[in-house]
C-alpha cells in the first residue's frame, strides 16, 4: 500500500494536495522543502513539499508541472507515492500513476 494515493481532480494539476490525516509525518525527514522522486521510466523529479495542517499537505513547484506532462496525467488518474525501491540511490520514493478514471 503506497504512502500516499490520490485520484486527481482539477485543483491537483497546479499543486497535488493532500489532505489525509497521518498519525505520524509520512516524509519526516523533508517537513517542508524539496522531496526526490524516482517514477517508472527511471525519471528523478525534485517536488516541493509543504505542510499546511495536521492533514493537508502539498506537493508543488515546476518539475511537479512537468512530471504531470511528461507522464501525460489527467484528471481521474491516481497518483501513489510510495517508499523507494532499495535498489534506487538517487531519489527518496517512488511514484506511480495509474491511468484510470475519466
Known sequence: MAI???I?????????TITDT?????FAHVKCGKIKVKDEQGS??????????????VFSGRHWNQFLENNR???????????????????????????TGF
Not at 528523478?44 to 499537505?57: G, L, M, V
Request: glycine letters at 2%; aromatic letters at 12%; hydrophobic letters at 35%.
Open 44 to 57: 528523478i523529479w525534485r517536488f516541493e513539499y509543504k505542510i499546511k495542517s495536521r492533514n493537508k499537505r
Open 73 to 99: 496525467v489527467r484528471v481521474g488518474h491516481r497518483v501513489d507515492i510510495d517508499y523507494k525501491e532499495s535498489w534506487c540511490a538517487q531519489a527518496d520514493y517512488k511514484i506511480e500513476v495509474i491511468k
Open 4 to 6: 500516499l494515493s490520490k
Open 8 to 16: 486527481l481532480e482539477e485543483d491537483d494539476m497546479n499543486h497535488l
Open 22 to 26: 497521518f498519525s505520524t509525518e509520512p
